[in-house]
Structure formats: C-alpha cells, structure tokens
C-alpha cells in the first residue's frame, strides 16, 4: 500500500498546524471585534499581520532541513537565507500596511505577534495543568 505524502503528518508539521490555527482564531476574533467596534482599518490590519505571521512560521517550519546539513558552511548558509526570507515576509506585511489608509500599521505589527502568542499560550497553558497535575 502506497502512503499519501500529504497524509503522513510530521511532528512540525502538526505543530504547524496547531499554532496556525490558533493564531487564525485570535485574528479573526480580533478583527471581528474592531469591525464591530466601527475600528475597520484595526481590524483589517491585524488580519494582515496575523496571515504574514502563520506563513512566516510556516516557511520556518519548511526550512528547518537546511539547518541540519552536513557541514557547518551549509547549515550558516542555510539559516541566513531562511532567516532573510522570514524577515522579507514580515516586512511586506508592514510595508502594504504602512502604504495603504484601509490597514493600521500598528495593528498589522501587533497581528505578526499573533503564531509567538499561541506559542506562549500553549507553553503556559502545558505548565499550568502540569502543576494543577502534580497538586492533585
């Protein structure tokens, strides 16, 4: 029997998964919310940032192999790419935010924190029932 390469679920690609999708959540809350509020451009800009920040941490997750080459010139090599062309993402971002009146520039660098928050929220969440764990 053949595998399906899209089925076959890697420990970063779940991860991947995870985060993102928690990530999409908290942007589309947020920007409900500041549509609602009558704030469009608040909204609009942290969507933004939230999409740039999911696909920042998926082209981390997609570059991860290089980091592990052979040699150490291959690996630095490697990183700096990834790391400039994770750089480039955001910016992009910024710039479409800073260039255009319908997103808030402020609210589209907030929406980049939104993957390194569901990061952080799901390590504190983990530690939290772990301690809850060990008093019971």
Request: aromatic residues 6%; hydrophobic residues 50%; proline residues 3%.
């Amino acid at each position: 029997m053949r595998h399906n390469r899209t089925m076959i679920k890697t420990p970063v690609r779940q991860l991947t998964r995870r985060y993102c999708k928690g990530a999409l959540i908290i942007g589309a809350a947020t920007g409900v919310a500041a549509f609602a509020a009558g704030y469009p451009a608040v909204g609009r800009g942290g969507v933004l940032g939230t999409v740039f920040s999911m696909l920042n941490f998926i082209l981390m997750g997609a570059t991860l192999p290089w980091k592990i080459a052979v040699d150490r010139r291959r690996a630095l090599a490697g990183s700096l790419v990834s790391l400039t062309g994770r750089c480039a993402v955001m910016a992009v971002a910024l710039v479409i935010a800073a260039r255009s009146d319908r997103f808030e520039l402020w609210s589209t660098a907030a929406g980049l924190f939104a993957v390194p928050l569901c990061i952080l929220g799901d390590h504190l969440g983990q530690a939290g029932a772990r301690k809850l764990a060990i008093k019971n």
